[in-house]
């Protein structure tokens, strides 16, 4: 056992002390190829999580060229290209992310925003489809599908959304 590897995955919280935990256990040397991936996947969720995006994508790259199998480290990639503003490697890394896992609905979620952010609402449409195909009660995703009815003028089925997203939320 790795207590700095231990540490990286159950420190919540306290970014700082996650990175220094997973960076002292990816440096040991005493980490199997899965368990590195791990770290660096870890470390790069707190890098995301104070707004360093670019060495969360570096650590995410990192996890991905010794696991390239890492759905998580795709989808977690997205998110960071996502709040860079770069929607096409957002989803790029969502489709990756799909590809490895076609019932991450949060992936799924994701891409549905970054084609709205696109101006392509008949995509993000099917995306948040495919959210309500795997869990129909998916918090926002009616409000979310509802400005997507908006924004390409198709009103009524915009109000319908949004009157179903209240009724979920009131």
């Known amino acids: 056992a790795n207590p700095d590897l231990e540490q990286c995955r159950a420190v919540t919280n306290n970014p700082d002390l996650a990175i220094k935990h997973c960076t002292r256990a990816i440096g040991s040397g005493k980490l199997t190829a899965a368990e590195r991936a791990q770290a660096y996947r870890s470390r790069g969720a707190e890098w995301a999580n104070k707004g360093a995006f670019d060495r969360a994508i570096s650590d995410y790259d990192a996890a991905l060229r010794i696991d390239p199998k890492l759905a998580d480290a795709y989808h977690r990639r997205g998110s960071a290209w996502a709040h860079k503003g770069n929607p096409d490697r957002a989803i790029a890394d969502f489709d990756a992310a799909l590809r490895l896992d076609p019932k991450d609905s949060g992936a799924f979620h994701a891409r549905a925003v970054e084609w709205t952010v696109k101006g392509d609402y008949a ?22 599908r509802g400005r997507t009815f908006l924004y390409s003028h198709d009103y009524a089925r915009a109000i319908e959304e949004f009157e179903r997203a209240h009724k979920l939320e009131p």
Do not use: N, W
Not at 123 to 144: C, K, M, N, W
């Open 123 to 144: 995509r993000a449409q099917a995306d948040y489809d495919a959210v309500l195909r795997l869990d129909p009660e998916t918090s926002g995703i009616h409000f979310s």
